[in-house]
């Protein structure tokens, strides 16, 4: 729902529910959820008290895994149901890849790295990664389109660690 409201624009609990093939109640309880979390916001300039738009909060959602600690089970559940989406996302973009124009073929990237860090290093590494992204300038040239990035950034799965 948050990626629908952040690039369909707003919307009702109804029009979301349609395009999900969810029911309305419990739309309108997820929209609720992602409210009072911060995500979204209802758009006062549309509507009415029956008829509630909702728009995205922000233009991206970065997720600091920081808060995991006070969150519990509530952030491991959002961040694997994020996980998800990412994922989904990405298989959709590369079944697509073929279809795309010829000059967006060659553009973006599906590379890794894995580097030795400290946990300071990479928290560095990550907010300077961070600010390159947020300094990008959009264009409003008509050969622009929607890009997106997914900034995953964690330690390798299946770590040995030692005593502490």
């Given at each position: ?7 369909e624009?707003?919307?009702t ?12 109640g419990a739309?309108?309880y ?6 009072q ?7 006062t300039e ?5 008829d ?5 909060a922000?233009?991206s959602?970065r ?7 006070d ?19 990405l298989r ?12 967006w ?5 599906l590379?890794?790295?894995?580097v ?15 600010r390159?992204?947020e300094?990008a300038?959009?264009s ?7 890009f ?9 799965p ?5 005593e502490?």
């Amino acid at each position: 729902m948050l990626g629908l409201l952040r690039t369909e624009g707003p919307a009702t609990a109804t029009t979301l529910a349609a395009r999900l093939d969810l029911n309305t109640g419990a739309t309108s309880y997820h929209l609720r959820q992602l409210a009072q979390h911060g995500f979204i916001e209802e758009d006062t300039e549309r509507g009415n008290a029956r008829d509630r738009w909702w728009r995205a909060a922000h233009d991206s959602t970065r997720t600091d895994v920081r808060t995991r600690e006070d969150g519990g089970e509530d952030v491991e559940a959002y961040l694997m149901t994020v996980a998800q989406l990412y994922g989904d996302r990405l298989r959709a973009a590369v079944a697509e890849m073929a279809f795309l124009p010829e000059p967006w073929r060659a553009v973006g990237t599906l590379s890794d790295w894995e580097v030795r860090l400290t946990p300071a290093r990479a928290d560095a590494l990550v907010q300077e990664l961070v600010r390159l992204i947020e300094s990008a300038e959009e264009s409003e040239d008509p050969d622009a389109a929607p890009f997106a990035i997914n900034l995953n950034a964690f330690v390798r799965p299946g770590q040995a660690w030692g005593e502490e």
